[in-house]
Nanobody
């Protein structure tokens, strides 16, 4: 099992910045990838960014150049630096990890943190 605790959401004006943090605990040695997803009201959950243990990253097209994902393997933490925020970035942001448990890939989710961008 892996437990995730997120922090850093809040209310910000358009053009502003926020930094989300997610700390993992439990069976952290099994973690393969760490990432962020978001879900806006009335929309499906979508990928924001993901990073693997080697530091390779992948971003959704709409976040490239504005968002930066990073990972601290020693702290079992993943971060999302969000710059130049837009009202359409308003959503609940979820931390996600994929771990290998008993030869299977298992996804774990945080509780979500609200990000609201005002125009």
């Amino acid at each position: 099992q892996v437990q995730l605790v997120e922090s850093g959401g809040g209310l910000v004006q358009a053009g502003g910045s926020l930094r989300l943090s997610c700390a993992a605990s439990g069976n952290t040695g099994s973690i393969i990838t760490m990432g962020w997803y978001r879900q806006a009201p009335g929309k499906e959950r979508e990928l924001v960014a993901v990073i693997n243990s080697g530091g390779s990253t992948s971003y959704a097209d709409s976040m490239k150049g504005r968002f930066t994902i990073s990972r601290d393997n020693a702290k079992n933490a993943v971060y999302l630096q969000m710059n130049s925020l837009k009202p359409e970035d308003t959503a609940v942001y979820y931390c996600n990890v994929v771990a290998e448990i008993s030869y299977q890939y298992v996804a774990y989710w945080g509780q979500g943190t609200q990000v609201t961008v005002s125009s």
